[in-house]
């Protein structure tokens, strides 16, 4: 089992940039397909960005629209969510997520672990 834990968010102005760092121990990251999702008050949470196991295929959601960038370090045991140009609609509570699997999955139902999730808001 691993035991996953974001950090990195806070408040940004609208057009800042925040990095979201996800750490793991427990287990290597290595074994996982890792993902970022986020959750908004009152509303689902939502897929954000994907990685693979190995690092080579990624998948993001269309609202990202090329301003979040996920990449990993599997020497660190850590995943990154690197967001630029962030918008008010960008305010949610943002979750790492890990998946036994080599592929990435986009829905928050194939991923079998979760972190207590970081607060990111941007005010306009």
């Known amino acids: 089992q691993v035991h996953l834990v974001e950090s990195g968010g806070g408040w940004v102005q609208a057009g800042g940039s925040l990095r979201l760092s996800c750490a793991a121990s427990?287990?290597?990251?290595?074994?996982?397909?890792m993902g970022w999702f986020r959750q908004a008050p009152g509303k689902e949470r939502d897929f954000v960005a994907a990685i693979s196991r190995s690092g080579g295929s990624t998948s993001y959601a269309a609202f990202v629209k090329g301003r979040f960038t996920i990449v990993r370090d599997n020497t660190k045991n850590t995943v990154i969510l690197q967001m630029n140009n962030l918008e008010p609609g960008d305010t949610a509570v943002y979750y790492c997520?890990?998946?036994?699997?080599?592929?990435?999955?986009?829905?928050?139902?194939?991923?079998?672990?979760w972190g207590q999730g970081t607060q990111v808001t941007v005010s306009s």
């Open positions: 997520a890990a998946r036994q699997e080599q592929n990435v999955g986009i829905e928050a139902h194939e991923y079998d672990f």
């Open positions: 427990g287990r290597t990251l290595s074994a996982y397909a």
